[in-house]
C-alpha cells in the first residue's frame, strides 16, 4: 500500500521560501502525477501544482509566481518551494498522488493523500 | 476557473439516517468529479471519483451520481464513522477546484 510521508520548516517569518518534502513508501512515484494541496480555514482546499513523473509540471495561476515543484525519482521525493510567504501562505499543506484518466494531460483525483504539514508565517 | 459549491453546508442526521450531499459546478465538468471525506486532524480520503465510481475499500453505503453541473453523494446509513466533512472536487478542467465543504453532524 502506497503511503506519503512529508516533512518540512513549520514556521517562517514573511519574505522566506517554504520548503516540503514528501516520501513515497510501499511504492514509487513513476508514472504517476505528484501533486501539493493545502487548506486553510479561509480558502478552503486549494490545489498548488503537479509535477508528472517526466518533469511537466503545472501550477496554480493564484501561486505561479512564486512556486516550485520537483521530483527526485531516484528518491522517490517530491519537493515543494513557495517563495515570500506571507501571513496568507499559512495553512496544512499535503502532497498527493493524482490518478491520471487514460489519455489525460493532468491527473484527475488524488489518492494516496500524506499526513499534512501545518506551516505557519508569522512575524 | 470552475467553481464548485456544495450544499448544505451543515447536514443534521440521526445514526442509521439517510445523508444526501449536493455539489453544483459552475460549468459542465462531465463526470469529471471526485468526492473526499474529511476528519479532523486527518488528510482527505478518496471516495468516489468519475461521479460514481467507489475508491478501493470504500463501503457500497457510500455513492455517487450526476452529471454535468449537479452531482450527489448518499451515504444509505450513516455509521458513527461517517460523521465528517465531505468535499467534492473537479478535474473536468487542469485548474482542479474544491468546494468549500459539506459537514455531516450527528443530529
Known amino acids: 500500500q502506497v503511503q506519503l510521508q512529508q516533512w518540512g520548516a513549520g514556521l517562517l517569518k514573511p519574505s522566506e521560501t517554504l520548503s516540503l518534502t514528501c516520501a513515497v513508501h510501499?511504492?514509487?512515484?513513476?508514472?504517476?502525477?505528484c501533486n501539493w494541496i493545502r487548506q486553510s480555514p479561509g480558502k478552503g482546499l486549494e490545489w498548488i501544482g503537479e509535477?508528472?513523473?517526466?518533469?511537466?509540471?503545472k501550477y496554480n495561476t493564484s501561486l505561479r509566481s512564486r512556486v516550485t515543484i520537483s521530483l527526485d525519482t531516484s528518491k522517490g521525493q517530491l519537493s515543494l518551494r513557495l517563495s515570500s510567504v506571507t501571513a496568507a501562505d499559512t495553512a496544512i499543506y499535503y502532497c498527493?498522488?493524482?490518478?491520471?484518466?487514460?489519455?489525460?494531460?493532468?491527473?484527475?483525483?488524488?489518492?494516496?493523500w500524506g499526513q499534512g504539514s501545518l506551516v505557519t508565517v508569522s512575524s | 476557473e470552475i467553481v464548485m459549491t456544495q450544499s448544505p453546508v451543515t447536514l443534521s442526521e440521526s445514526p442509521g439516517g439517510r445523508a444526501t450531499l449536493s455539489c453544483r459546478a459552475s460549468?459542465?465538468?462531465?463526470?469529471?468529479i471526485a468526492w473526499y471525506q474529511q476528519k479532523p486532524g486527518q488528510a482527505p480520503r478518496l471516495l468516489i471519483y468519475?461521479?460514481?465510481t467507489r475508491a478501493t475499500g470504500i463501503p457500497a453505503r457510500f455513492s455517487g451520481s450526476g452529471s454535468g453541473t449537479e452531482f450527489t453523494l448518499t451515504i444509505s446509513s450513516l455509521q458513527s464513522e461517517d460523521f465528517a466533512v465531505y468535499y467534492c472536487?473537479?478535474?473536468?478542467?487542469?485548474?482542479?477546484?474544491f468546494g468549500q465543504g459539506t459537514t455531516v453532524e450527528i443530529k
Open positions: 472536487q473537479q478535474y473536468s478542467n487542469w485548474l482542479r477546484t
Open positions: 498527493a498522488i493524482g490518478r491520471r484518466p487514460a489519455g489525460w494531460y493532468w491527473s484527475g483525483w488524488f489518492d494516496p
Open positions: 460549468q459542465s465538468i462531465s463526470s469529471n
Open positions: 468519475d461521479a460514481s
Open positions: 510501499g511504492g514509487s512515484f513513476n508514472g504517476h502525477f
Open positions: 509535477i508528472s513523473h517526466r518533469g511537466t509540471t
